[in-house]
């Protein structure tokens, strides 16, 4: 029995997070779901892989974070020779749920999709665990872009979704 309270009270108070500055970098699988088509011919896009990298501050009393973010994601064409490049910047903010190590987030910003600058937003959810002061987490985003892309043939709207392991560290 002793154990388990052990245990529970390490897993309970691991989640907890510092206020302040702290950096995050995270990569990830990009399940890409953009589409374009050429001579009539659909092209889907391989997944492939998510780079980010964040510079963030957590707030003293409430459990929220605020961050600006970067990202890299290049896929490349399934039925064709060709590929896709998005990067851009994105300001983010997130709230926690401290004692099940759970949080949520949004942002926006601006990206270079296919050599085309657009309006970007994303919706983010996320576990964090603490340990050694190094935040570890798995988190699932849905990034979309706000307008048409110029695609060869035709317009539509850059969107992707991303599994991510992030790690996190707080000064």
Known sequence: MKKLIITA????????????????????????????????????????????????????????????????????????????????????????IPVLGFYVGAGAGYASVRNETTPVYQGIAGFEYALFGLNLGIEYRHLQSSKNIKKVGEKSRFRTDALMLKARFEF
């Not at 605020?66 to 290049?74: H, P, Q, R, W």
């Not at 490349?76 to 020779?81: C, D, T």
């Open 9 to 96: 009270a390490f897993f309970l108070f691991s989640f907890t997070a510092q206020a302040g500055v702290y950096v995050s970098a995270g990569i990830g699988l990009n399940i890409n779901d953009s589409k374009t088509t050429r001579n009539g011919i659909k092209n889907d896009y391989d997944n492939s892989a998510f780079y980010s990298g964040a510079l963030g501050y957590a707030l003293p009393i409430l459990p929220l974070r605020a961050e600006l973010e970067g990202f890299y994601s290049k896929s490349n064409v399934k039925e064709a020779s060709g590929h896709m490049t998005a990067y851009g910047a994105l300001a983010n903010a997130y709230a926690r």
